[in-house]
């Protein structure tokens, strides 16, 4: 089954530039999705096919695809912006797949 | 606005079934495509599966944890889908979010089964 591969963990100091990678093999035809998931609340999309940013999404979010890997760009992280991130993609069946998320930690 | 609710989680016995419903509102809810997503205490996110708009054919797609088990519908003139979840086990013990294209989330429902 495919899979989406996401570091379990990264951490920054506040204002430092925070990066989330996510592999895959059909990353170079498939876009890349990617949300934000704070404890105990529904996920929340910060970044749509590779690089696009929905309305009300901080600017210092943007992402990029290049190859077999997605990356999710925090420029100079908040410590609001502490949360678990999961990259969102399909393959060419059909199925879609989530990473298994990265936990950003600011401080 | 977008409005999504889940509705039907509890307590079930493995091997029983159990029916979510997504009561939607503020926007025209057979146009679109409506997705399971669940998350189990302490996990990640994962993908249950998506009926596609009447226009599209209202075909079906599921993971293969649940293909088979799970059954995903839709009533256009309700503005409600459906999770028919059957032969339940433990492991499917989840917060059950339903969401429409890939930016609007119901707040879940939780699903515990255990005897």
């Keep these: 089954s495919y899979e989406l591969t996401q570091p379990p963990s990264v951490s920054v100091s506040p204002g430092q ?9 059909a990353l170079p035809k498939k876009y890349a999705y990617w949300y934000q998931q704070k404890s105990g609340q529904a996920p929340v999309l910060v970044i749509y096919e590779d690089s696009k940013r929905p309305s009300g999404i ?10 077999t890997m997605a990356t ?3 420029s100079g992280a908040q410590v609001e912006d502490e949360a678990d991130y999961y990259c969102y993609s399909t393959d060419s069946s059909g199925n879609w797949v989530f990473g298994g998320g990265t936990k950003l930690t600011v401080l | 606005e977008v409005q999504l609710v889940e509705s039907g989680g509890g307590l079930v016995q493995p091997g029983r079934s159990l029916r979510l419903s997504c009561t939607a509102s503020g926007f ?3 146009d679109y495509a409506m997705s399971w997503v669940r998350q189990a205490p302490g996990k990640g996110l994962e993908w249950v599966g998506f009926i596609r708009s009447k ?3 209202g075909t079906t797609e599921y993971a293969a944890s649940v293909k088979g088990r799970f059954t995903i519908s839709r009533d256009d003139s309700k503005s409600i889908a459906y999770l028919q979840m059957n032969s339940l086990k433990t492991e499917d013990t989840a917060v059950y979010y339903c969401l429409t294209g ?14």
């Excluded at chain 1, 901080?58 to 190859?67: M, Q």
């Excluded at chain 2, 890939?102 to 005897?115: A, E, R």
């Design chain 1, 72 to 74: 999710l760009t925090i």
């Design chain 2, 55 to 57: 226009a599209y054919g």
């Design chain 2, 102 to 115: 890939f930016d609007y989330w119901g707040q879940g429902t939780l699903v515990t089964v255990s005897s």
């Design chain 1, 58 to 67: 901080p600017e210092r979010f943007s992402g990029s695809s290049s190859g």
């Design chain 1, 17 to 25: 530039t925070a990066r989330i990678t996510c592999s895959g093999d």
């Design chain 2, 28 to 30: 025209t809810f057979g």
